[in-house]
């Protein structure tokens, strides 16, 4: 009885934390494709797909697949923004999240293999865009 109620507590704290890391990550398209990134580099660190190959997800569904990142990440959809990945083989990948609602003022987000998330207000980014949060600014503060 006390193991079945332990259980039931850490499973609490653990979707309590889940929740907490949800909004203060998917609420922010560049924290989420930050978190992206990471997911990407754990897939092919480790072949997640098993294939043998260490390349990049094509997908978020096959990030999903692949336990690295959570079903609402994979849905595409969040906060108002639409996420998917662009291109990756076993060297490189890129991915965006997009404004479902697009306004002469929306910010575009762009990601790749560098970590690097760019930005760009009313059209799309791309690897030319402006540096909007890098990994190496995170570790500097």
Do not use: N
Not at 1 to 19: D, T
Not at 117 to 138: F, H, K, M, T
């Amino acid at each position: 009885m006390v193991c079945v109620v332990g259980l039931s507590l850490l499973g609490g704290m653990f979707l309590r934390g889940r929740r907490e890391l949800d909004r203060k990550v998917y609420a922010h398209p560049h924290l989420a494709l930050a978190y992206l990134a990471r997911a990407e580099s754990r897939f092919r660190s480790f072949d997640r797909d098993g294939d043998g190959v260490h390349d990049f997800a094509s997908s978020l569904e096959q990030l999903e697949r692949a336990g690295v990142i959570t079903p609402r990440l994979a849905s595409g959809e969040l906060a108002g923004y639409r996420y998917r990945i662009l291109r990756a083989d076993d060297r490189s990948w890129a991915a965006v999240a997009e404004p479902i609602a697009v306004t002469s003022s929306s910010a575009f987000y762009y990601v790749d293999e560098s970590h690097v998330v760019r930005a760009r207000l009313g059209a799309p980014a791309d690897a030319g865009a402006e540096v909007y949060w890098s990994p190496d600014d995170e570790w500097s503060r």
